[in-house]
């Protein structure tokens, strides 16, 4: 069972999302989306199910001391950002009558789907680059921004959550704008996001998924786990989907069947922990 689970779940979870994808195509016009809470639903317990029973380090694994301690707080935070932002973007478009670009509305659907995964990807890049590497007194703050989700010792499924509401906003801002300026299909948005979503899930899996040459296309568990890594030497991998900005500018970390000593950061005497919300969220500002 654990073979089955290092080599065949990805590939299962990962046919499973393109064929709710193919049926959300082929609903009505308006109808797109209709069953996603079903599918996510039905993801995340399977993903959990799966992790609780195959952990890939018992000490990197879920409690309810971290639950509801930090990733709890960490979702409702996340949550409220997002439909706060939602909400401020619709007012303001609909207030200056901006309207959606056009520019790719007629590419057929994968290549549309590519250069959704690709272009707010490269942007992430550069912004949690600079974040991670720049010593000026911008990328000190962009660090303290984005360093809520460096803190956890551990990387499990739902930890995934665990980021600065002013994080969340930059992100949301990233994968949306440009996405909206030029104007892509909302079938295109649809799969693309899709695909965020799987990978965003299993990049911050405590399961040992394998998946090989794939790795150099998307970024998944064996990457993102050692940008996770307390070692300062092993924290690249700066993409968030997809692993070619990574390969193209020098930052692809890959160690097949190997695994970070240690999770958080390199200095955490320097910072509060993860568990100590309130002196976490005044981080962005000096505290």
């Not at 000490?59 to 979702?75: A, E, G, H």
């Not at 695909?195 to 993102?224: F, K, M």
């Amino acid at each position: 069972m654990t073979t089955f689970i290092r080599f065949a779940f990805y590939p299962i979870l990962f046919i499973a999302m393109l064929a709710y994808a193919a049926f959300e195509l082929h609903q009505p016009a308006g109808k797109l989306g209709g069953h996603y809470g079903y599918y996510l639903t039905a993801l995340a317990i399977l993903m959990l199910l799966v992790e609780f029973l195959f952990p890939l380090r018992k000490q990197w694994r879920m409690t309810w001391n971290s639950f509801l301690r930090r990733d709890l707080p960490f979702m409702l935070m996340g949550g409220a950002t997002i439909a706060l932002v939602n909400y401020y973007s619709a007012m303001l478009i609909l207030h200056l009558g901006v309207s959606r670009g056009e520019a790719h509305l007629n590419l057929p659907l994968v290549p549309s789907v590519v250069l959704a995964l690709l272009i707010p990807d490269f942007l992430w890049y550069w912004v949690h680059r600079y974040s991670h590497e720049s010593r000026s007194r911008l990328g000190n703050w962009f660090w303290r921004m984005h360093l809520a989700h460096h803190l956890p010792q551990q990387v499990y499924l739902l930890m995934h959550a665990v980021s600065h509401p002013i994080n969340v906003l930059v992100v949301r801002q990233i994968m949306t704008l440009p996405l909206f300026a030029l104007g892509f299909s909302t079938e295109a948005l649809f799969v693309a996001n899709l695909i965020v979503g799987l990978q965003g899930l299993v990049s911050h899996y405590n399961v040992d998924i394998r998946t090989g040459w794939w790795n150099y296309i998307l970024v998944g568990a064996e990457l993102h786990r050692f940008h996770h890594s307390a070692d300062a030497d092993q924290t690249k991998n700066y993409g968030a989907v997809v692993s070619l900005w990574d390969l193209i500018f020098g930052t692809f970390y890959y160690r097949p069947s190997q695994h970070p000593v240690a999770l958080g950061i390199a200095d955490p005497a320097n910072y509060p922990t993860d568990r100590q919300l309130w002196r976490v969220l005044k981080l962005p500002f000096g505290a």
